[in-house]
């Protein structure tokens, strides 16, 4: 069945430095890739989506490149902040409604000031 | 325009006692849709639903759980006889018809003790 792979935390930065947050990804079709973010004690936000190979998604800063060749979509930021203290979910889905969302194991961001 | 709204916030219940989790989805979005999430871990999907109608119901637990979406009022998610591993993270989204990226609740927090 259809899977995803984070890398495995916690991730702790210095406020500024760059960031990677790696995500591979199985899937039979073509499908839908998203990245989310949890703030603690908050439900799930959408960051960002890419939807065909080779889209980026971006959203405040943080960029992902939809790569069907190396089966990735790996979510980086130029400089981060101590508000992106958070938890990040790669996501997929399989159909076109994005109706059943397919999660990876969640990677904790700590950024210290 | 209020989001996903979910209550309680925190549930806890004994061992065998029933759990009932509501969901109220962003006005004009007939699509709700459950995940839990137990800790350390990424959301699953449990069950998605339409008005009056459960569209899949694939990830589930085929005894004690049940959820529901009448034509009025709010989705609910009823867990019977509740054991310790029913403690999670359950989240609510819900979406317009055909829409990627649906909108998360802030979940409610089940303990079984």
């Known amino acids: 069945g259809d899977s995803v792979t984070q890398m495995e935390g916690p991730v702790t930065l210095s406020e500024e430095a760059f960031l990677t947050i790696n995500c591979t990804y199985t899937?039979?079709?073509?499908?839908?890739l998203f990245w989310y973010v949890q703030y603690p004690g908050e439900g799930l936000q959408l960051l960002l989506k890419?939807?065909?190979?080779?889209d980026k998604g971006s959203n405040k800063g943080f960029e992902a490149t939809y790569r069907k060749e190396t089966t990735s979509f790996h979510l980086e930021k130029g400089s981060v902040q101590v508000s992106d203290s958070a938890v990040y979910f790669c996501?997929?889905?399989?159909?076109?409604?994005?109706?059943?969302?397919?999660f990876g194991q969640g990677t904790r961001l700590t950024i210290n000031p | 325009n209020a989001g996903v709204m979910q209550n309680p916030r925190h549930l806890v219940r004994r061992r065998g006692q029933e759990a009932r989790l509501r969901c109220s989805p962003m006005?004009?979005?007939?699509?709700v849709y459950w995940y839990r999430q137990l800790p350390e871990e990424g959301l699953k999907f449990m069950v998605y639903?339409?008005?009056?109608?459960?569209?899949?119901e694939s990830g589930m637990p085929k005894e004690r759980f049940s959820a529901e979406f009448p034509k009025e009022g709010p989705s609910i998610l009823r867990i019977q006889q509740v054991v310790r591993g029913d403690s999670a993270a359950y989240f609510c989204?819900?979406?317009?018809?055909?829409?990627?990226?649906?909108?998360f609740g802030s979940g409610t927090r089940l303990t079984v003790v």
């Open positions: 989204a819900s979406s317009p018809a055909g829409n990627y990226g649906y909108t």
């Open positions: 899937a039979t079709g073509y499908p839908s």
């Open positions: 890419a939807t065909k190979a080779d």
């Open positions: 996501a997929l889905s399989e159909d076109q409604g994005a109706q059943k969302l397919v």
């Open positions: 006005k004009g979005h007939s699509h």
């Open positions: 639903l339409q008005k009056e109608n459960i569209i899949d």
